[in-house]
Structure formats: C-alpha cells, structure tokens
C-alpha cells in the first residue's frame, strides 16, 4: 500500500461545479502489477460573491435608485476580468437585462465565451425628508399623476390652525 501523494494538474477553464476530470493512467496499478487505472478528479467550485454562472453565462444584479434609472448614469460592474464600464440611459425600467457579449465564463467545447448578463432593479426609497416628498409631490403634479394627499406634520397643522 502505497502512502498519499500530491500531482499537479491543469483545471480547464470554464470547468463548472460537479464535473469531473479524468487523469489517464494516474491512478493506483492495477491487480499482479498491472497498468495503472484512471484517476477521476470531482471539481467543487467556489460561489463568486458578486457573479452567478447560467451555463457560459454570468449574471449580476444591479441595484440603482429610482432617479438614476428616470435620469441615466455611467457606472462599472464586475466581471471576471475586473470593472466593466456600463451605461445605464435614462427610462430604464426594473428588470431591463443589458448583456455584456464575451464577458461570461470560457465554452469548454469551442473559443467562444458566454456573456455578462446585468440584471437592473430599482430601489424605491421607504423612507423619505420632507423636502423629497415636496419635490416629487411637485414631480406628479407636474406629470398629472395622481398620488396619495400629502401627510401633515405637527407643525404644518398648528401652522394652519392660525392662519
């Protein structure tokens, strides 16, 4: 019986978690010294904490706020490689996908890659001062939205109880 030992290997990129790689004639000899057998190697892939792979693709999520979506901004979001710079335009609506082409995971069966895929939501905000609320009350007024009344602070009602 022979004790442990240590081989180097090249992992091929774009291996994905559960495959397994087969190394010939690496494993233990066979029976009455035979041939070496096969050495099977079972791949466990780490969580990225930003990317999830889809196949060759890698998707991200994007949180923006509800003015850079109606405004548009320039931003860079991450990919393999590093900083990916993004142009978010103005009237992006939550759920829009935009798809960064090459920027995904290695194909292990050709060259090409899978793409970067940024998946936007929007965050609206719960909690807001009281010259927000002014301003998009101003905002719906202007666009004819119809919005909930504003909601009076204590001081605005002894204010009016004078007036």
Same mark, same amino acid.
């Given at each position: 019986?022979?004790?442990?030992?240590?081989?180097?290997? =090249?992992?091929?990129?774009?291996?994905?978690?559960?495959?397994?790689?087969?190394?010939?004639?690496?494993?233990?000899?066979?029976?009455?010294?035979?041939?070496?057998?096969?050495?099977?190697?079972?791949i466990q892939v780490d969580?990225?904490?930003?990317?999830?792979?889809?196949?060759?693709?890698?998707?991200?999520?994007?949180?923006?706020?509800?003015?850079?979506?109606?405004?548009?901004?320039?931003?860079?979001?991450?990919?393999?490689?590093?900083?990916?710079?993004?142009?978010?335009?103005?009237?992006?609506?939550?759920?829009?996908?935009?798809?960064?082409?090459?920027?995904?995971?290695?194909?292990? =069966?050709?060259?090409?890659?899978?793409?970067?895929?940024?998946?936007?939501?929007?965050q609206i905000p719960d909690?807001?001062?009281?010259?927000?609320?002014?301003?998009?009350?101003?905002?719906?007024?202007?666009?004819?939205?119809?919005?909930?009344q504003r909601e009076e602070?204590?001081?605005?009602?002894?204010?009016?109880?004078?007036?």
């Amino acid at each position: 019986m022979v004790g442990p030992s240590t081989i180097e290997i =090249q992992i091929p990129a774009g291996i994905a978690d559960g495959q397994q790689l087969r190394l010939s004639g690496r494993g233990p000899a066979g029976p009455r010294g035979g041939a070496p057998g096969d050495l099977y190697v079972a791949i466990q892939v780490d969580p990225h904490p930003a990317l999830e792979r889809n196949g060759d693709d890698l998707v991200q999520q994007l949180q923006i706020s509800m003015t850079q979506a109606a405004l548009g901004f320039e931003t860079q979001v991450e990919s393999l490689e590093g900083p990916e710079p993004l142009t978010v335009p103005a009237g992006t609506q939550p759920g829009r996908v935009f798809k960064l082409r090459g920027r995904g995971v290695p194909s292990l =069966q050709g060259h090409r890659r899978g793409d970067l895929l940024v998946e936007v939501t929007v965050q609206i905000p719960d909690k807001l001062r009281q010259e927000e609320v002014e301003l998009l009350h101003k905002l719906a007024e202007l666009r004819g939205d119809q919005v909930a009344q504003r909601e009076e602070g204590l001081f605005s009602r002894i204010r009016s109880t004078f007036q």
